[in-house]
C-alpha cells in the first residue's frame, strides 16, 4: 500500500534536553539536522512513500527538509510532538482524508526503507500499524489513516496507550517489531549507542568524531 509520511522534528539549543550533560547545544543541533537528513535520504529510496511532510517550528530544518523535496509544515512553536503531529495531520486530511499515513518522530537515523515498505503494507482502512520501541516503551512509528480521530500519546510508554486506544475505538492494531524503527536517539546510552553503529549515514559520520562529556 502506498502512503504519506509525516515527520515531525523540533531543532534549537533546546533540542535533545536528555542528551545535555553529554552534547553542546550546537552539538545536539547538528545532531537533530543530521538525523533527519539521513531520514529524508531513506524516504526518498522507499517506492512505497507518496509524498513526505516534515512538520517543525525549527527554520534550519524547514530549509533543509524543502532542500529534500519534502512538503514544509512550520509551526509557530516548538510545542509538543503530539500536538505538531495532530495539526500536520488534520491539515493533511482536509485535503485526502483517506490518504495513508505514517506518523515518524525525527530521530530515527537507521531508518531502513524495507522496514518502513513492511510497515506500509501491513496497514488498511480499519487497521493501523505500530512498531515499537526498544528502550522506553514508546512508539517509533504510527500507520493509519489521515482522518482517524486517534489520540496520539507518542514518548516513553506510549506503545502500550497506543495499542489500548485502537482497542478502545475498534480498530485493528499490527505490530511491526523492525529494529530500524525502533531505534531512537533520546539517552545518552541511545547516543553511545549510535556511535558504534553502521548504517547511519551523515549521523553516524557526523558523532564519530566529537569528543563529548563522560
Known sequence: MRADVLI???????????????????????????????????????????????TTPTPSLARRAARSGAVVILERD???????????????????????????????????????ETCLEAAGLDRLVLAPAWA???????????????????GPGSFGKHLASARKLGLSARVVRAPSLGFDVDRPADFDALRTMSGCGATAELVRGWRVAA
Do not use: H, W, Y
Open 136 to 154: 522506553d516503551g514508546g512508539t517509533g512509528a504510527m500507520v493509519l489513516r489521515a482522518d482517524v480521530p486517534f489520540p496520539l500519546a507518542f
Open 78 to 116: 516548538a510545542g509538543d510532538l503530539n500536538a505538531a503531529f495532530d495539526r500536520a495531520r488534520r491539515r493533511i486530511a482536509t485535503v485526502q482524508p483517506d490518504v495513508m499515513l505514517a506518523l515518524l518522530p525525527g530521530d530515527l537515523p537507521r531508518l531502513d526503507p524495507a522496514e518502513l
Open 8 to 54: 515531525a522534528v523540533r531543532g534549537g539549543p533546546g533540542a535533545k534536553s536528555r542528551l545535555a550533560g553529554r552534547l553542546e547545544p550546537e552539538q545536539r543541533e547538528a545532531l537533530v539536522e543530521a538525523m533527519l537528513a539521513d531520514m529524508l535520504a531513506a524516504l526518498a529510496a522507499c517506492r512505497t512513500v507518496l509524498r513526505t511532510f516534515v
